[in-house]
Structures are given as structure tokens and as C-alpha cells.
């Protein structure tokens, strides 16, 4: 990559956005890049102490990369991984089961495209029922990802058959202008 201040070329490759959360056992993470699965075109090298990802994917088929050192050690054997349409979702299991961690990564520094994933966050001091059953769901998704430190097939995809069907709020009819 580039020093700061220098203007990267159409032709080097960016960093995705990555999304992550915490549980006191497990690191979740995402990096969102469109159609990274498509014709198997990403690496991906889990160490104890790092990811590294690269691969193209997006609507202008970009080159995309980007290296995590991770805070503390992971257990590589246990973690788990599936490329969507959407991007790859990572279930990683920390060495240690403990406290959450302060960061993701080793470095104290901001990086831009490292985000926190308000969809799985969930505070360490945290015990509701709604946080129980997205822990459970959790539970279900590292099951669908099969057992295997590599992942599921690109083809198959985590089923979405236990969706609410039930109406939301926002599902009512609008009473008509007037």
C-alpha cells in the first residue's frame, strides 16, 4: 500500500470494508466485497495471529486486500468461514475464552476501514434474552459452516428458513393521505 498522502492507482488493490463483534469466546467478522466467490478469485491465510485476505470482487471487479493482526492468538483450527454473494463471514474462536478484548488488532491506530458490527455487538456485561438467542443463531450459523477449518462449499448457503415470518410494525397498511 501506499504512503500517506499518495494517490493509489485504479490498478492496486484497496483495502474492503471489514465489520467485526466480539464474544468472550469468538471474534465475528465480516468483509463485505459483492461477488467475492465468483470463480473462487480470493486467498485467504489464517495464522495464530493474523488474516490475511485478498481477492476481487465488486461491480468494477476491483483487487482487494487487507492484513489483521490480531490483539491476541486465535485457535485456526476451529475457525470457520463462508463466501456469499455479499462477502465472507468469519467465525473466529480466540485461543483463550476470556474477557472481551479492548480492540481487534494489535496496532492502536484507526484504520478506516475497520468498522464495528452493531448487528452481532454485544457488551460483556450483557445477559438478555434477545442477546441469548442471537447467540443461538450464532450457534446455528457455525453448525451450517460445517465442521471443517475451511468453510462451507461456495455453493451452499446458510438457510434462512428460521426467519420471523411474523408482521413488523413497519409491515401495517398507511392510512391514505389527505
Known amino acids: 500500500m501506499g504512503q500517506e498522502g499518495e494517490i493509489i492507482q485504479d ?5 474492503p470494508a471489514v465489520y467485526w463483534a466480539q464474544r468472550d469466546d469468538m ?3 465480516t468483509i463485505q466485497v459483492e461477488d467475492i ?5 480470493r486467498k485467504v491465510v489464517l495464522k495464530e495471529n ?3 485476505f485478498s481477492g476481487k470482487g465488486g461491480a468494477e471487479n476491483k ?4 492484513e ?10 476451529d475457525t470457520k468461514y ?3 454473494a455479499r462477502g465472507m463471514k468469519f467465525l473466529i474462536k480466540k485461543k483463550e475464552k476470556g474477557p472481551y478484548w479492548t480492540r481487534l488488532t494489535q496496532e492502536k491506530t484507526k484504520l478506516h476501514w475497520l468498522r464495528t458490527d452493531f448487528s452481532y455487538w454485544k457488551d460483556e456485561d450483557d445477559s438478555d434474552d434477545e442477546d441469548q438467542q442471537r447467540d443461538a443463531n450464532l450457534e446455528k450459523l457455525m453448525a451450517q459452516m460445517g465442521e471443517s477449518g475451511g468453510g462451507l462449499d461456495d455453493g451452499d448457503a446458510p438457510s434462512m428458513d428460521d426467519l420471523d415470518d411474523e408482521k413488523d410494525s413497519d409491515d401495517e397498511e398507511l392510512p391514505d393521505l389527505e
Open 82 to 84: 463462508n463466501a456469499t
Open 50 to 52: 493474523s488474516l490475511s
Open 37 to 41: 466467490d465468483r470463480d473462487n478469485n
Open 68 to 77: 489483521i493482526t490480531f490483539f491476541k492468538e486465535i485457535n485456526v483450527e
Open 27 to 29: 471474534l465475528i467478522l
Open 63 to 66: 483487487d482487494y486486500h487487507c
Open 11 to 15: 490498478d492496486q488493490a484497496v483495502p
